[in-house]
């Protein structure tokens, strides 16, 4: 059972470059979460999803998509990545009936 | 909208010593609270919970934080620091449906041996 896992640990894109940050968990929770982390900040709510098929904006969805085709993987996806993107990206999954939430390792991106 | 605060981005505590993280929070209906540690490049592990019932909970490796509804406060406490206490702590609410967390900004605990 490896819980939540994020492929790449790390990347450096440069400005008007997308790429899809991965978010896989083994556990079959229906909800799945991604945030950033700022230094000082604590962690912003992107997107999130409650099943296969339905996703919803968080706090700041601009400038991110994602997609939910299965209840394994919810990536994220940076179209055209700006400096402001820079950050470190948590993804969490949870079952329903039950409030915690386990996070991923996380994937550390620089856009230069 | 609930949301939480923490003040003081860093605290040093020395080996042995008491370690309390502040938090207080904002919500207008019964608060579901959390706090959370962050290891140095690891993900969020959860340290404990408040949702309903004893309003002093317990949690892993000895930290305990008590709901005071008077004072809109879920502060963690732990009697004695130990070196390994060493992360990033952070306060979060339930906000709204679908258990969206609101997370406070953190404080980093520097053990001092």
């Known amino acids: 059972n490896a819980g939540v896992t994020q492929t790449p640990k790390f990347r450096i894109l440069k400005i008007g470059q997308s790429m899809t940050l991965q978010c896989t968990q083994d556990m079959n929770h229906n909800y799945m979460y991604w945030y950033r982390q700022d230094p000082g900040m604590g962690l912003k709510l992107i997107y999130y999803?409650?099943?296969?098929?339905?996703?919803d904006k968080g706090e700041v969805p601009n400038g991110y998509n994602v997609s939910r085709s299965t209840t394994e993987d919810f990536p994220l996806r940076l179209e055209l990545a700006a400096p402001s993107q820079t950050s470190v990206y948590f993804c969490?999954?949870?079952?329903?009936?039950?409030?915690?939430?386990?996070f991923g390792p996380g994937t550390r991106l620089t856009v230069l | 909208a609930q949301s939480v605060t923490q003040l003081g981005s860093h605290v040093s505590v020395s080996e042995g010593a008491l370690v309390l993280l502040r938090c207080n929070y904002s919500?207008?209906?019964?608060?579901?609270l959390f706090w959370y540690v962050q290891y140095p490049n690891q993900g969020l592990q959860l340290l404990l919970k408040?949702?309903?019932?004893?309003?002093l909970v317990k949690g892993i490796n000895g930290f305990e934080a008590e709901f005071k509804k008077s004072e809109t406060s879920f502060h963690l406490t732990k009697p004695s620091a130990h070196m390994s206490d060493a992360a990033e702590y952070f306060c979060a609410v339930l906000r709204g449906g679908n258990n969206r967390l609101a997370f406070g900004k953190g404080n980093q605990v520097v053990v001092i041996p």
């Open positions: 408040y949702t309903t019932g004893a309003t």
């Open positions: 999803s409650v099943g296969a098929g339905i996703t």
């Open positions: 969490a999954s949870r079952t329903s009936g039950d409030d915690e939430q386990f």
């Open positions: 919500s207008s209906v019964p608060p579901y």
